[in-house]
């Protein structure tokens, strides 16, 4: 994959996806205006065909698939016995095959599972990702590449992210939330499409964005990926999954008795919080560091970008006792970066009846 986009100008490959062209703020400029796509080498296609496919994966996930109409995205999640997540992916369904788009480290152990679940349904779950590849941008702009449609139904999964769907729950109390304008959706295109896509790259008769771009455009929006958010211990109320993930009045599936009680009895045990960073430093925290309050280890790292227009931004997992306004750092290569929360999961979230909404703290001005 790595040497299909290495031909394009100023491209700068990390593993098998391209993650830059040299300019990273102006691809996320670019991408979220609908002047570029990206290529998303890190995530995999199943295809999962069958008469019984919607009542199958329904009955398995947290989501509600029975009554998924052709064309209409949604995404789901896969619990244990004790409401983890496991996995997680986007769908869109063709009337005919139920598509699933995982992160590339999720998707062998989602299939594996899934085989498992067959029993006697009428279901065939299969890895699609040698005849498909996934392209990201606004809807529009994936549009335009032209994706697949094997029986007459573009697969194209327009994220539902971050508008609460029909059983879900928001906690994030601030308003707007910051992805309400996000204009995100991804395109299942055939391995031709992309290699073509590639090649008018490379031509310079077309602009493509990074891997670096999408995430961030990503985590400006507070949206929770599998491969960044999820650890072992993490459950949908911690991440504001509960909003485009779960359908907290469907029918039974594994972990819900957990969904269930932490929502209308509990609270989450940590929350998800966007950190302003201190934008003086060079570079930023990786997936992992530590966040303190204090010398006091309170939390880590999940995601982090620079922003072309707030600046230095990440994604962290944090104790829910950790109070609002607390003053917190993030342990760096360079020594300790001063970081501001703003909520997305508050404390409280689970057990209540109604979180007030907040303004959200103004943006910064575009770094430079």
Not at 65 to 80: F, K, M, N, R, Y
Not at 129 to 137: K, P
Request: aromatic content about 4%; overall charge negative.
């Amino acid at each position: 994959m790595s040497d299909l986009f290495a031909r394009v100008p100023g491209a700068v490959i990390v593993g098998a996806g391209l993650e830059h062209l040299g300019n990273p703020l102006g691809e996320q400029r670019a991408l979220a205006d609908g002047s570029a796509v990206a290529p998303l080498e890190d995530r995999r296609v199943l295809a999962v065909p069958g008469e019984d496919r919607l009542t199958w994966l329904d009955s398995l996930a947290s989501q509600g698939l029975a009554a998924l109409e052709p064309g209409q995205s949604t995404e789901l999640l896969i619990l244990d016995p004790n409401g983890r997540i496991e996995h997680a992916a986007a769908v869109v369904d063709d009337g005919e095959t139920a598509w699933l788009i995982a992160d590339d480290g999720d998707a062998d152990a989602l299939l594996a599972w899934l085989m498992k679940m067959r029993f006697r349904l009428r279901v065939a779950p299969r890895d699609a990702s040698d005849e498909y590849a996934v392209i990201g941008g606004t809807a529009a702009a994936v549009a335009a590449v032209g994706a697949a449609a094997p029986v007459g139904v573009p697969l194209i999964w327009h994220d539902p992210w971050p508008h609460v769907a029909v059983g879900g729950y928001g906690y994030a109390p601030v308003h707007p939330h910051p992805g309400e304008d996000r204009d995100w959706a991804e395109a299942i295109v055939a391995r031709s499409t992309r290699d073509d896509l590639a090649d008018a790259a490379a031509r310079g008769e077309r602009r493509l964005a990074g891997l670096s771009a999408a995430e961030a455009l990503r985590i400006a929006a507070w949206r929770p990926r599998w491969s960044h958010e999820v650890d072992e211990r993490a459950i949908p109320h911690e991440l504001d999954w509960m909003r485009t993930a779960v359908h907290l009045s469907k029918g039974c599936y594994r972990g819900q008795e957990t969904v269930a009680k932490v929502h209308n009895l509990g609270h989450p045990p940590r929350r998800v919080v966007a950190l302003q960073l201190d934008g003086s430093g060079s570079r930023l925290p990786a997936q992992g560091a530590v966040v303190r309050r204090g010398d006091d280890a309170v939390g880590a790292i999940t995601s982090a970008a620079l922003h072309y227009e707030e600046g230095p931004i990440a994604l962290a997992i944090v104790k829910r006792s950790v109070p609002i306004d607390a003053d917190l750092t993030v342990d760096g290569e360079d020594g300790p970066i001063a970081a501001s929360q703003e909520i997305i999961v508050p404390p409280d979230a689970g057990a209540t009846a109604s979180i007030p909404r907040l303004p959200r703290i103004g943006r910064r001005a575009p770094a430079r």
